[in-house]
Structure formats: C-alpha cells, structure tokens
C-alpha cells in the first residue's frame, strides 16, 4: 500500500497554502472592490438606502465565509481580508480599493507562479 | 399570423430570456474578458434558436411536445436516464432562481431571505395556479422587459463600440496565462450551457402544444425564435458589456448578483437601479416558473399522464402535484441555505451534460419524414443542428474538467 | 397509418403516448402482449400500460425501485380498442371505460377546483 503514499501526500500537499487559497483571495478582492463601488454610487445618491444596507451586509457575510475557508489563518492576505473586515460600513471607496489592489497583488502573483 | 399575438410573443421571448445564470456568467465574463466572450453568447443563441425553431416545429406538425417523442425514440432504460438527468438538473436550475428571486427582493425590501423565498414561492405557484398558461407567460415575459434598462445603460456609457462589436467574432484573447486560458474556456462552457440549457426546449416546445399550435404557426415559430430569442440575446450581452466597461477596470468581480444592478445605477440613478432591480426579479420569476413547469412536463409526458396549464388544474391533477413538488423541492434547497451563486454553478454543470442527451432525440424526431411530413429538417436546419449537436457534446465532455481545475471559472 | 397491417413493434408501436377517443392522455405504451405461436404469423394481442409492464425492460435493481415509488399495476388495451398508430395511439373507447385513468381520477380527488381562471 506504500506506493499510495506518495499521491495522497501530493494531493494533500495540493489542498493546502495560497494556490488552494487563490479562489477565496479572488472573492475577497472582488468583494471589497463592489463594498468600494457600492459606497461611492451611494455617496453620490444614486442607490436606496435598503439596497446600500443589504448589499453591505451580503458583502460582509461572503467576506467572512472567503475569510473563514482560508488555509493559511496567518499569511499576509488573510490578514489583508480580516483589515477588510474591519472597515466600517461606510468606509471610503479609495480605502477599499487600496484592500482590493493588494489582494490583486497576491492574486497576480500566485498566479503567475 | 396576427400581428398582435406575434409581437406579444417576440416581446414575451426578449423578456423571458435571461435568467439568473445568464446574469452571474454574463456579469462575470464581461469582468474578467472584456468584450471577448460576446461570441460565445451570440453562438448560444444561435443554437438556442435552431433548436428552439425545431422543437417548436416538432410540436406544431406532430402534436406531441418533445418528451413524448423522446421516449419513444430512445426507449425506457435511456428515456429515465435522460428523464432522470434533465429532472435534477432542471430542479437545481429552479432552486437557484428561486433563491435569485429572494436575493432581489431582499435588495428591494430588506426583508429576511428565508421569508422572502417562501413568498416567492407562493406568489408564483398561486400565478400559476390562477393562471391560464398563455397569461402566465406573457405576465413575466412582458414584465422582464424592464431589463431593457440594461441595454440603454450600455449606449449611455459610451463603450468602444468597436471592440465590442469585435467581440462577436470568435476569438482567444492574447497574452492570456494557461490558468486564464483554462478560466476562458470554462466560461465558454458555461455562457453556453445558460443560454442552452435544456428546460428551454422542453418548455417552448410543450408551450406549442399548450397554445394548439399548427402549420399555420410556423413562421410564427421561425420569427420568435430567431427575433425574439435574439433581441433576448442582446440584453444579456449588454450585461456583459457594462460589466466590461465599469466593473473589470475596478476589480469588480461580481461576486454578488445584486452588483449587476449597479450597470443601470451608474448612468441612471436610482430609477435605474429600480427598473434594473424589478426587472431582473420579474425575468429570474419567470424562469423559475418555466423550470418548474419544465419539469412537470418532463415527467409528466414521459409517464403518459394528462398534461398542461390550458387545463385546470384539478384537470390535470398528477401533472399539478408534479409543479407544486418541484416548486417544494426547490424552496428546501434554498433554504438549506446553498448559497445562490453556488447553484447557478451547479445548474450550468448538470446542464451542459444533459444538453447531448436532449438534443439528439429532437434532432432525430425533427428530420424523421413520417412524423414531420413536408416540414422535416431542410439542409440548413440539418446542417446546423448536426454542427450545434457536436458542439454541445464537445462542451459536455469538457465541462467537469475544466470545472474542476478552475474552481468553478474562480481560480 | 391504422391499426392494421404490418408493423414495426419497438419503433412504430413500443413507448407511444397513447391518448382516447376525447383526446385526454391515457399513459404510454409500457408492453407489448402478443399472440401467436413459433412459425406462425405473430399478432398484438393487447398495449400493456403501467409500471406492471416495465418487467424485462430495466435493471431488476430499477425495476424493485420503481415499484417501491409507483408500485406494480397494469391497464390492458386490447387491440381492438386501438383506432390508430401514428405518433401516438388512438383508441377507439374512453380512457375510463379501459381502466387506464384510475390513479389521475385518485389523484384528482385532492386537487382543490378553485381560484383557477
């Protein structure tokens, strides 16, 4: 049965760290860049009030579940999305685009690796 | 053909087309590729209207909706696998629309989600129930024509007209990394298994039926699947297009549906957000009404029972149990929490892989001379549902793959 | 085409729709029953409709299932109650006087007749 082995510790391998990661650091970049857009089209007057509350709290609630599902709790773009987290409702679009840029960073690059 | 009735039923075909995976997939390739996936939307249609054209013209001449035929052509062992297959994808299509519906109500009320589900529920079987069949088409159809908001929005925002007409020529975006590629592929597979998915045929076609149609309504058939289906096209290629333009150049993306919205918001305020809002629950409602009913006339036509909404009710009453079943069962996968998103993935995935086993039936039935008489398939329509048929199957084949490897179009 | 003459069992007749002189829907053709003998002109003696004929035609796996969920009753249409074969069955009697509407007339019982327009 050793020959087995060395499969399951190449897909248990695979399961783990950023590249499995990479689908959720791509939901949180897209999440805080709609919390951005959301927030800028609110101050401009252009949403009801309920739509800007219930997609704030959509935002949120998928923030925490890419948040959540992550493998690696203590890297750099776990950290980035729980600064994400943080933010207040109304936080300023430039603030969470910044968040957004960064997780495109880690996005890019896990990619391309 | 009265004029009347056939505007009605190309405007019915615009508003009813898209629905809640057309949506997510449209908003998310526009994102993610630009212009570049507009091709796969316009060969979508082009097979949806060939097919559509043939399963209308199969109800029309041999009176019997394709399920019936179906059967007959493939037997009981492949029919159930067929049935079986179509019924499960068809449900979990109609679980996500039904949750679609209580996500866009949620936007526009601020309601509980779980209630909001159960209120779609009722509201559309009790549309159903009171409603005779040609009513509850034309109610939804005409409503989602609130949807045309979207198409407005993209001439409001000035989009490179060019590169978006470009992108109805087939193509591969350059530059692109291989996990890219292997994103865009997947994509492909996924737009076509929207607009293609299967309870489309089998709805248009028992809906032939429903409304007694003949030889006299052939042209009627031709016009609405190829006008109606198209002009439908371009409201979920304008989706895509705004998404291009407004949301890939921030990073958006989506990963909510409601986002979409924010397409018509963005030029228009919020009378656009509203219109975009009610037009998209009217178009993702009357979705989840013919997935619903699409099922109820699988089983129903597969088993002999008596069928259809030109009945009452009572009149077809296992037919009725069988569309109240599946609206229940579609109400306990959303409350079971899935999220949304996730089953617009499913849906596509379990769809594409039943397309083959849809279409090959209907192909047969459509070329057959002793059921289609003088009316069966001519060179072009043999021709391109030969070249459609293929295509699917390559894209059933290739579905779970490129599913897996990709995260589901994320990764 | 009529009822008469030769035919093709699995492609002209197996798995049909069948419907009744009122046009109302009355099953599928699920079975075939002949009559005949070896070397000798075999004729349809009678469609078989329900779960009752699906033995020999599935899985037996399938076939325990199917019971489970639909149990194992079966109409008899004798042959000279068939009209027409053409894409579907055409009989020459009602539906109810065949036995083949029972469970939709079961059925039919907890259906409320309200509220449709």
Known sequence: MRWLLLPLLLLAACSKGPEADLPYISQARSLAAEWALINEQASQGKLTPTYIETMRKSVREQLQTSAKALSEPQSGYAKEIQAVLKEPDGARPEELRAHAARLKQVEDSLESA | ?411 | MSALGHLKIVSQLLDLPIIDKDERSCGIVDDVELEGRPGKEMKVAALLVGPGAYDGRMPAWLLWLTRQIAGDRMARVPADQIDEIGAVVKLKSCGEDLGLHQVEDKVRAWIPRKGAL
């Open chain 2, 1 to 411: 053909m009265n004029p009347l009735e056939l505007t009605l039923g190309i405007m019915t075909a615009v508003g009813g087309f898209v629905d809640i995976s057309e949506l997510v997939f449209a908003a998310k390739a526009g994102s993610m590729f630009g212009y570049a996936l507009i091709w796969a939307f316009v060969l979508g249609t082009i097979g949806m209207s060939v097919f559509g054209e043939m399963s209308g013209r199969v109800a029309a001449i041999a009176k019997q909706p394709v399920f019936n035929l179906m059967r007959h052509r493939l037997g009981l062992k492949l029919g159930l696998v067929t049935l079986i297959g179509s019924l499960i994808s068809t449900l979990i299509t109609c679980a996500a629309e039904v949750g679609g519906m209580a996500l866009i109500l949620n936007y526009l009320t601020g309601l509980p989600y779980p209630l909001l589900a159960v209120a779609s529920v009722i509201v559309v079987s009790a549309s159903m129930w009171v409603l005779p069949f040609k009513w509850i088409e034309r109610t939804y159809g005409l409503l989602g024509l609130m949807m045309i908001v979207f198409a407005v929005a993209v001439v409001a925002i000035h989009p490179p007209w060019a590169k978006l007409i470009g992108g109805a020529v087939p193509q591969v975006p350059s530059g692109l990394s291989s996990k890219e590629l292997l994103n865009y592929s997947y994509f492909i597979v996924a737009i076509l298994s929207a607009v293609l998915f299967p309870y489309e045929s089998y709805f248009y076609s028992s809906g032939g039926i429903e409304e007694g149609w003949g030889a006299k309504d052939l042209l009627t058939n031709r016009v609405t699947c190829t006008v109606g289906f198209g002009l439908g096209s371009l409201l979920a290629i304008s989706i895509l297009a705004a998404s291009a333009q407004l949301f890939g150049p921030l990073n958006v993306g989506p990963e909510i549906p409601g986002t979409s919205a924010l397409e018509a918001a963005i030029p228009f305020g919020r009378v656009g957000l509203m219109l975009a809002l009610l037009g998209m629950l009217f178009a993702v409602a009357g979705a989840a009404v013919e997935t619903c009913m699409s099922n109820a006339y699988a089983v129903s036509q597969f088993f002999g029972w008596e069928w259809g909404r030109h009945a009452k009710p009572w009149e077809a009453p296992r037919f009725t149990l069988a569309w109240i079943a599946v609206m229940l069962l579609a109400l306990l996968i959303v409350l079971t929490g899935v999220d949304v998103m996730s089953l617009v993935e499913y849906a596509v995935l379990f769809s594409i892989i039943v397309l083959p086993l849809t279409y090959l039936p209907l192909m047969l039935l459509a070329n057959d001379k002793s059921y289609m008489r003088e009316h069966a398939n001519k060179w072009l329509a043999k021709g391109l549902g030969w070249l459609f048929f293929v295509i699917v199957t390559c894209a059933a084949i290739a579905a779970i793959p490129l599913y897996l490897l990709t995260s589901g179009g994320s990764g």
